[in-house]
T-cell receptor
Framework: AQSVTQLGSHVSVSEGALVLLRCNYS??????LFWYVQYPNQGLQLLLK??????LVKGINGFEAEFKKSETSFHLTKPSAHMSDAAEYFC?????????????FGTGTRLKVLA | DTAVSQTPKYLVTQMGNDKSIKCEQN?????MYWYKQDSKKFLKIMFS???????INETVPNRFSPKSPDKAHLNLHINSLELGDSAVYFC??????????????FGPGTRLTVL
């Protein structure tokens, strides 16, 4: 089945440390991949996306992700965590569905940043 | 200017009642969606409309009825509310129609609590 897996429902990092949030997908077609961030009591905000072309994509707030087809991965990184990065992060893949496309979301990773 | 807006933000009601959630987007998008986020933060699509036409209808109880009066609005009516309907409901929109995989933009969510 086509799906998205986010390893680690909770990740804690120290302020200034590297952030690495993992996302693996399965898809029978070339995937379109997205990372969204959800701050407490808010909606989802797009961080970055991969469609075609360059496999390293840069997003807002210093985040970037690399599409690795051989590993079916799209991990999210940030070199230096900031307290304001504490939030829930969702990976999603856009897949064909009944003549259109729909998102399949991963189960989310809650990022905690320690002072 | 708010791109995707939802009303109300919070909705507390008794079991058995009927309630509606409204969604409006001012992005000029053709496609709109309803998602349900459960208590474990899992996001799942419920419905999708393109130019007022229903194109995705997931396995959702008949008590849930979406209605799109025009392509800028997608409302969700829920009859005979049950405890299990308690969740956060997100509206989203995307621009380029059903045959294109496009970024979805999310509203702030409506937190529904059924007592």
């Amino acid at each position: 089945a086509q799906s998205v897996t986010q390893l680690g429902s909770h990740v804690s990092v120290s302020e200034g440390a590297l952030v690495l949030l993992r996302c693996n997908y399965s898809s029978s077609v070339p995937p379109y991949l997205f990372w969204y961030v959800q701050y407490p009591n808010q909606g989802l905000q797009l961080l970055l996306k991969y469609t075609t072309g360059a496999t390293l994509v840069k997003g807002i707030n210093g985040f970037e992700a690399e599409f690795k087809k051989s590993e079916t991965s799209f991990h999210l990184t940030k070199p230096s965590a900031h307290m304001s990065d504490a939030a829930e992060y969702f990976c999603a893949v856009s897949l064909p569905y009944s003549g259109t496309y729909k998102y399949i979301f991963g189960t989310g990773t809650r990022l905690k940043v320690l002072a | 200017d708010t791109a995707v807006s939802q009303t109300p933000k919070y909705l507390v009601t008794q079991m058995g009642n009927d309630k509606s959630i409204k969604c409006e987007q001012n992005l000029g998008h053709d496609t709109m969606y309803w998602y349900k986020q459960d208590s474990k933060k899992f996001l799942k699509i419920m419905f999708s409309y393109n130019n007022k036409e229903l194109i995705i209808n997931e396995t959702v109880p008949n008590r849930f009825s979406p209605k799109s009066p025009d392509k800028a609005h997608l409302n969700l009516h829920i009859n005979s509310l049950e405890l299990g309907d308690s969740a956060v409901y997100f509206c989203a929109s995307s621009s380029r129609g059903i045959l294109v995989r496009d970024t979805q933009y999310f509203g702030p969510g409506t937190r529904l609590t059924v007592l």
